[in-house]
């Protein structure tokens, strides 16, 4: 069972009781704002999710993770690696993303995270390019992109719902030489 963890943060596999705080995340339209359509999630839908991101690890030896808080114990949201298989033209490909509850923003949690997710793809699962995807607009994320050292790659359209979406990557090579 894997576990990472960071000064702040302690990013881990999905537990029955994370399912309730994942999906006030999920509920929130301002978090959800630019994922997909922005359609929130009620509990089900999250349930589904976890069920969902859970088997990826089990399958690909990589997933999201819960992302808890250390000094509370709080679930922040999640981050990890996935296959975007909502973007065929990327495949193949594996895609580092995260989601952290609104009173988590801000505070430098979802690069923490990112990067550790990062870390684990190149040097854990000896990935040779990680993606991250993110809709035209959403500058909060693209300021984290950078920040991991991920660079533009491509704009295109997502095909579900048809919003323009930047791609940005990195390859371990480029990870390695901004690692040091």
């Known amino acids: 069972m894997v576990t990472l963890e960071t000064p702040r943060l302690i990013l881990r596999r999905w537990r029955e009781e994370d399912v309730a705080p994942m999906a006030a995340v999920n509920a929130d339209p301002e978090v959800m704002r630019w994922i997909r359509d922005g359609s929130v999630r ?40 996935s296959v975007p298989g909502y973007l065929p033209e990327v495949l193949p490909a594996v895609e580092v993303g995260w989601r952290l509850g609104r009173a988590h923003w801000g505070r430098g949690l979802a690069t923490e995270a990112a990067a550790a997710a990062l870390r684990f793809g190149f040097e854990e699962r000896g990935l040779e390019r990680i993606v991250s995807i993110t809709q035209v607009g959403n500058d909060a994320s693209e300021r ?17 719902g048809g919003r323009r979406v930047r791609v940005y990557a990195v390859t ?9």
């Open 42 to 81: 009620d509990e089900q839908q999250t349930r589904d999710g976890v069920r969902a991101w859970e088997s990826e690890w089990e399958s690909q030896g990589f997933g999201l993770f819960a992302v808890e808080v250390r000094s509370t114990g709080e679930l922040a949201g999640f981050t990890g690696l």
């Open 144 to 160: 984290i992109m950078t920040k991991l050292g991920m660079r533009p790659d491509r704009e295109t359209v997502n095909p579900h």
């Open 172 to 180: 371990s090579e480029q990870y390695a030489i901004s690692a040091r």
